[in-house]
């Protein structure tokens, strides 16, 4: 039961559902970001964020500033390129363009490297363009929220670390962080970025980044400044590191709301054994990907080891556009999203399956979900073969 | 009565204390950030925020972007002025300083007018500075929070635009939106910039912003792009033309819980007459300075003119520092601010007046604050002449 009022079930690739204590702690009485106890929140946020991403190396740094997910592309085209440097951009959906945009903002030129949609660049063409120039960074997008296109993230790290040792490996996990399994230290990322609202299970409005120690000896070797003043680590470094020493500290105001219900939520997640949440998320993946090939609908990553586990997007039937089933799936109780990738949006609709909609038992969303999509098709006339 | 946990006051120039309604809205279950409900109410909101800045004119144009208020400023460099222009920056304090910085790393020259400490640079100095060379824009900070010092705004534009018409006006008003008299229009400011958790009443994590139409024209005259990714007004002004317009787009997401925060704030705030508001922010800040002066302590401003209305920076008795005396606040349920203008942080204190402890007569932040700084100093030995 939640104490929510009552609202359709939001199964969009985020925002997510929020747990009812997170929500409670939004709504935190008004403290002083830099009193003794709200830094001991912040601090105990950054500790507990290390857990998350499964890293023991003192040398990673995490960083939790106010703003969108997009605030951790400029933390990384400001902060870990210079001007003119190159960057390569693994392109699985909508979110590669706009990281090589970010980049070239910055003066940093992004060559991407594109896949067919619902699928993702392959190791030896990845290796082949390291090979032809020197890249500082190369850029993956675990999850692509307009794809739901899943990276395979082991191999390439290490196939990156043995072509091209020195280019770090810049994970965009907005929609894959507290959903799929990311492993910071033992696969040996440099960067991995996200945001509050999707699978990490908190109101958007924080930008989340963990830098590894290599991506922190890059930043400080800079030879020119950091070419953003907000997202500048020259400015945050010494904060983050202060709250995690539980020492007041002070650049721009954080958001203690969103900090507690951070906090809130990354004390939830890591009660429990984080691989049992992502076996959660897979199993739930599995249940909803049957359905939709029972359906007879296809998926826009058509490969199993392609498939994102925390979101599916799904062609509708020939000639079906999301605004003829998403206010179908309104009056049922149930939110979709809309199409995203530009080339192909009228084709398909998006389904999010992360969070307290899957590790809650006390929530039924998932399988209203499924069963709303069944029942909206099939009142526009589709029949499932 | 307010239906928070038992707290102390919070009486520092932000955050401050929120109404229950603020809260509450902060806790509200989760939406799509394109769907029909949050796009109203964004489009709400940023038509509320064209009431609270006095502006009736069609060219001016709002933009809230999560961030903290810092994000202000990068939105001005990087939007508003191109890389080789120049910023005169009118320094009143710690917030001088950085935006100082902010313009460098965008690559524009800034050049400080500095007053003593608790002074403001004088209209005849800022003329001369204009009349040497061409500045793209003047900065002056409204209330500058690490010393509470009140600029004076009409007089300054007017003779800006007399002296050097096409130099835009930037207004930081992150300590003075919601409790100090702003007239955009009227006084025919080019840019003012706030964030949220001050006088504006709602949790920090928003960049809050209004632009004029000749800002927006000189904007879209850039010759070069703009020099961020995040903070760019080329991808935010279509985002924030089509929320005010009800009609969903992305670029990239924004926290419906802040903005419904927003919404209620805002149409509390312009729910009575602006000017009671203001005039009630006076009333309190007259009533603080009388009681400082009784207790024969000096104020950073010393001249009546100087003085801030939502806020007073109070030099502690020869000898004692702010360690020795917050704490003492604290056991008596009232959190005032430590010193932030580096030169001088040990021998001041800052008591923020804003918001609902001001205007609702329910709460007795106000008093109870004064008393506890009397009896605070007090039991340290201090006694009024």
């Known amino acids: 039961m939640s104490g929510q009022a009552p609202h359709p079930a939001l199964m969009i690739p985020g925002p997510i559902e929020f747990d009812d204590a997170v929500l409670q702690a939004m709504s935190h009485y008004s403290e002083s970001h830099v009193g003794a106890p709200f830094v001991a929140t912040f601090g105990e946020t950054l500790s507990l964020l290390r857990k998350l991403f499964q890293t023991t190396n003192p040398a990673s740094q995490p960083f939790v500033i106010s703003g969108s997910g997009t605030l951790g592309w400029d933390q990384v085209a400001a902060n870990l390129t210079e001007p003119g440097e190159e960057a390569l951009v693994l392109h699985t959906g909508y979110f590669g363009d706009s990281f090589a945009d970010c980049f070239e903002t910055y003066s940093v030129r992004a060559t991407q490297l594109k896949a067919p949609i619902g699928d993702r660049p392959q190791l030896p063409e990845i290796e082949a363009a390291l090979s032809e120039k020197k890249y500082a960074v190369v850029t993956v997008t675990h999850v692509d929220t307009s794809t739901g296109v899943l990276s395979e993230l082991p191999d390439l790290a290490r196939m990156v670390r043995r072509v091209s040792p020195d280019t770090l490996i810049v994970v965009d996990g907005v929609c894959s962080v507290g959903c799929e399994e990311i492993a910071f230290d033992e696969w040996d990322l440099d960067v991995v970025l996200t945001a509050s609202q999707k699978a990490v299970g908190v109101p958007a409005g924080l930008s989340i980044l963990m830098a590894s120690g290599r991506a922190m000896e890059k930043f400080k070797a800079r030879k020119t400044p950091p070419t953003s003043y907000f997202a500048s680590w020259k400015n945050w470094l010494p904060i983050m590191q202060n709250y995690e020493a539980k020492k007041p500290s002070y ?81 049922k109780g149930v939110i979709f999203a809309g199409g995203l990738h530009k080339e192909i949006a009228t084709k398909y609709v998006r389904f999010g399956h992360m969070g307290v909609s899957v590790t809650d038992p006390a929530r039924n969303d998932v399988d209203k979900a499924v069963a709303a999509l069944r029942e909206a098709l099939g009142e526009v006339g589709y029949k499932a073969p």
Do not use: C, W
């Open 251 to 331: 650049f721009a105001t954080p958001s203690p709301q969103l900090i507690h219900a951070l906090h809130t939520s990354l004390a939830q997640i890591l009660a429990r054994p984080l691989a049992t949440r992502f076996a959660e998320h897979k199993a739930a993946s599995r249940k909803i990907k049957d359905a939709v090939q029972a359906l007879g609908l296809r998926q826009l990553a058509e490969k199993p080891e392609n498939q994102a586990n925390g979101m599916t997007a799904i062609y509708l039937p020939d000639g079906l556009t999301p605004p003829e089933v998403l206010p179908n799936l309104l009056k």
